[in-house]
């Protein structure tokens, strides 16, 4: 009868390998980083609608 098939790494070392995680890193610094932009410029653009320097395109101080 054959042996049942042994793993060969079993009980040895196996190396640890850092395959992907400086582009994971990468990716989640560059996503923190456009949300950071993002919310940087949407507070120094954003007016709310009833801000009082708030004018619609168009319109005039007077009312013909």
Known sequence: MHDAPTNQNSGGYVPFKQEGWGVALFVV??????AGFATYVHKSTYRHPTDVRFQATGSSGSHE
């Open 29 to 34: 610094l560059l996503a923190a980083g456009a």
